[in-house]
């Protein structure tokens, strides 16, 4: 089954590249890798939350953090899709780097993260399988919540 096919199959429509907000662009080829920039959680253009991620008032909860880094993995793929030519030539997914904004004592992060990695398993199957990393920082862009970068394989 394609990419393509697959995306169908779950239902989902990519989203449009997102536009950068700064001097950079959004994926770049390399060989026969593609890297994203860090893709956030933008939904039409728009942040769907901002703020910190952790439990109690006025923070983003886990579960929404999760979420959103299922949205931003679905614009790392639009974003690399853009780049190879199509979705159906990316074959796969090598590394994800997932940024949580968090408050100092929230210790989720690779729960939160788990959202892009389980959709990029989802419509790559055992080639969706990668390395990753999660890290909590203080604050990332436009006070999103959540970030993420990918690399993936294209022929």
């Known amino acids: 089954m394609t990419?393509?096919?697959?995306?169908?199959?779950l239902g989902i429509d990519l989203p449009a590249v997102v536009p950068p907000v700064a001097a950079y662009i959004p994926a770049k080829a390399h060989g026969d890798l593609i890297y994203t920039s860090g893709q956030l959680p933008m939904v039409a253009g728009?942040?769907?939350?901002t703020g910190k991620v952790g439990e109690g008032h006025g923070l983003?909860?886990?579960s929404d953090a999760k979420g959103y880094a299922r949205q931003c993995a679905l614009n790392a793929i639009?974003?690399?899709a853009d780049v190879a030519g199509?979705?159906?030539r990316l074959t796969g997914v090598v590394k994800l780097t997932g940024f949580v904004a968090s408050v100092p004592?929230?210790?989720g992060?690779?729960?939160v993260i788990n959202g892009a990695s389980e959709i990029l398993g989802?419509?790559?199957?055992?080639a969706g399988r990668h390395a990753r990393s999660a890290v909590g920082v203080p604050v990332l862009p436009l006070d999103s919540p959540v970030e993420v970068e990918v690399v993936f394989s294209y022929a």
């Open 86 to 88: 199509g979705v159906d």
């Open 122 to 126: 989802e419509v790559f199957g055992d």
């Open 60 to 62: 983003v909860p886990a």
């Open 3 to 9: 990419v393509s096919q697959t995306l169908a199959r």
């Open 46 to 49: 728009a942040l769907p939350a």
């Open 109 to 111: 992060q690779p729960g």
């Open 78 to 80: 639009a974003a690399a």
């Open 105 to 107: 004592d929230f210790t």
